[in-house]
């Protein structure tokens, strides 16, 4: 068992540059969802895939967030023309889905530092 | 929507002593339960989950949660505590429906003392 893993651990960028994060979910897992954690407060929800579709996005993911998931494999989360208030920890978390199998598992996570 | 109410943001313990960190949430529907821990620079791991079936649930690292849906509470205990279940604590809900994606709570912040 590998285990949710994301890359980079952490990330130090500065305002107004693109950055792009990669999770890799639990291989036989169809539900991908990424979330954001600011300092002191629980994750928030982004963004959900099943498969490669991506099928709900929060009101947080503003225009300068995208993520994909080719292939229903591993996901990417970019953030274009970074923005101070863009630094947090990112998580992924995965999930086969559907009745007792909806337990989330979660990466490490990716720290974002927007100077 | 759902939402999730940590009352105590810290929680101080002495050792071997026993915890009860406290959850209460809001939701018009069905919903699932979920008390996650976040070590220092870590991702989360589920201590455990209340799906359906019996509402005193058994988790991991001697940790339990009772399910009460006249009070919608959802409280995580342990009878002793040690040193290293210092940390960060997370209840969540999801929906029993469609969209499985979790609402957290602020977190509570338990710390053993020696």
């Known amino acids: 068992d590998t285990g949710v893993s994301q890359n980079p651990r952490h990330k130090i960028t500065k305002r107004g540059q693109n950055v792009t994060f990669r999770c890799d979910p639990i291989?036989?897992?169809?539900?991908l969802y990424w979330y954001r954690q600011t300092l002191g407060q629980g994750p928030e929800f982004l963004t959900y895939f099943q498969n490669e579709a991506q099928l709900e996005k929060s009101r947080l993911l503003s225009d300068r967030f995208s993520a994909e998931r080719p292939k229903g494999s591993f996901s990417t989360l970019e953030i274009q023309r970074t923005e101070q208030g863009d630094s947090a920890m990112y998580l992924c978390?995965?999930?086969?889905?559907?009745?007792?199998?909806?337990?989330?598992?979660f990466g490490p996570g990716t720290r974002l530092l927007v100077l | 929507a759902q939402s999730v109410t940590q009352l105590d943001s810290q929680v101080p313990v002495f050792e071997e002593a026993p915890v009860e960190l406290r959850c209460n949430y809001s939701?018009?529907?069905?919903?699932?339960l979920f008390w996650y821990v976040q070590y220092p620079n870590q991702g989360l791991q589920l201590l455990l989950k209340y799906l359906s079936g019996s509402t005193l649930v058994k988790g991991i690292n001697g940790f339990e949660a009772e399910f009460n849906k006249s009070q919608t509470s959802f409280h995580l205990r342990k009878p002793s505590v040690h040193i290293s279940d210092t940390a960060e604590y997370f209840c969540?809900?999801?929906?029993?429906?469609?969209?499985?994606?979790?609402?957290f709570g602020t977190g509570t912040r338990l710390t053993i003392i020696p």
């Open positions: 969540a809900v999801s929906l029993n429906f469609g969209n499985e994606k979790l609402t």
């Open positions: 939701s018009s529907v069905s919903v699932y």
């Open positions: 291989s036989e897992h169809n539900r």
């Open positions: 978390a995965s999930s086969m889905g559907g009745g007792q199998e909806r337990t989330q598992y």
